[in-house]
């Protein structure tokens, strides 16, 4: 059984950083793509940013461009997301999620992609 199990979530003035982990559990036969979602109070779950294991390539929501940056260690199967200059719109649960497999169809925030979710961390910016 594949388990994801996200950390480093908590509350910060805005401008501050947080980093996330992401550690998996189980046998994975190899990561191809992980990504970090995040949903707040009353809105839709949105792609934060996603790596492709295999090309190191990785993506992000125009908003945090910039300020987020994703990062795999592939021998610990643990994602990790750097979150600097923090602002209050930041403010969410966020979730990890791995694909195991080719990509289907579709772009790198499409949530039906992705085989195993994690519980999430709340991360809450204050102005």
């Known amino acids: 059984q594949v388990l994801l199990v996200e950390s480093g979530g908590g509350s910060v003035q805005a401008g501050g950083s947080l980093r996330l982990s992401c550690a998996t559990s189980?046998?994975?036969?190899?990561?191809?793509?992980m990504a970090w979602f995040r949903q707040a109070p009353g809105k839709e779950r949105e792609g934060v940013a996603a790596?492709?294991?295999?090309?190191?390539?990785?993506s992000y929501v125009n908003s945090v461009k910039g300020r987020f940056t994703i990062s795999l260690d592939n021998a610990k199967k643990t994602l990790y997301l750097q979150m600097d200059s923090l602002k209050p719109e930041d403010t969410a649960m966020y979730y990890c999620?791995?694909?195991?497999?080719?990509w289907g169809s579709g772009p790198w925030s499409k949530q039906t992609e992705y085989n195993y979710w994690g519980q999430g961390t709340q991360v809450t910016v204050s102005s």
């Open positions: 790596i492709a294991a295999r090309y190191s390539s990785s």
């Open positions: 999620a791995l694909k195991i497999g080719p």
């Open positions: 189980g046998y994975i036969s190899a990561i191809d793509y």
